[in-house]
């Protein structure tokens, strides 16, 4: 039996959760906090646009 099929039964969670829980640590520990994103101050129009600029963003539907 591999140890995260033995850490899976004896935490309860199963194999995946235990994995994505991990991964999520080890992201957490090297970033520390996450890095905010600035406007530019060159691009206003930019700005007062960013939900038409993002809408879409990370669906599946292609253009």
Known sequence: MT???L???ASGLS???LIRQGIEQVI???LGVR???K???HAPAL????DEL???LGSDATS
């Open 47 to 50: 700005v007062g646009r960013t």
């Open 7 to 9: 850490s899976a039964t």
């Open 15 to 17: 194999q995946a959760s």
């Open 35 to 37: 890095p905010k994103m």
């Open 3 to 5: 140890i995260s099929a």
């Open 28 to 30: 957490q520990d090297h």
């Open 54 to 56: 993002l809408a879409g």
């Open 39 to 41: 406007a530019r101050t």
